[in-house]
């Protein structure tokens, strides 16, 4: 394995999040990382991603564009290049109420689970 790796997301092809419509590049593979999940979320205008939490997965969204996401139900604004964390045991999703497709980068650690089905994606009832 290589002590480093540059990946273009758009040559990544697109998958769908499984509880929902939304667009998601999964990265981690190609960037060979061992220590966190990575993925590029593509949230378009009126999308809104699955309430949930990560079972003992801390998770960092980093927006590309501008954005929005929802912590615990409360809609922030995220302006372009800004930075959220979250906690693991904290709800939050991503969603764009907005008329413009919102590019997100998302970061989990530790890498639990595995690359196809990372964190213990958790659904609120």
């Known amino acids: 394995m290589s002590s480093y790796e540059i990946v273009q997301p758009a040559t990544?092809?697109?998958?769908?999040?499984?509880t929902c419509e939304t667009e998601v590049r999964k990265l981690t593979?190609?960037?060979?990382?061992?220590?966190?999940?990575?993925?590029?979320?593509?949230?378009?205008p009126d999308?809104?991603?699955?309430?949930?939490?990560?079972d003992g997965q801390e998770e960092l969204f980093v927006a590309m564009t501008g954005g929005?996401?929802?912590i615990e139900g409360d809609v922030h604004e995220v302006p372009e290049g800004g930075v959220v964390r979250v906690h693991p045991d904290t709800v939050r999703n991503l969603c764009n109420h907005t008329a413009e497709t919102h590019v997100w980068l998302a970061?989990?650690?530790?890498?639990?689970?595995?690359?196809q089905n990372?964190?213990?994606?958790?659904v609120e009832e």
């Open 12 to 18: 990544v092809p697109t998958e769908q999040f499984n």
């Open 29 to 44: 593979d190609r960037l060979g990382c061992t220590e966190m999940r990575v993925n590029q979320v593509v949230v378009e």
């Open 47 to 54: 999308e809104v991603t699955t309430p949930h939490t990560h």
């Open 68 to 70: 929005q996401i929802a």
């Open 107 to 115: 970061f989990g650690a530790p890498p639990v689970g595995t690359v």
């Open 118 to 122: 990372f964190g213990e994606y958790v």
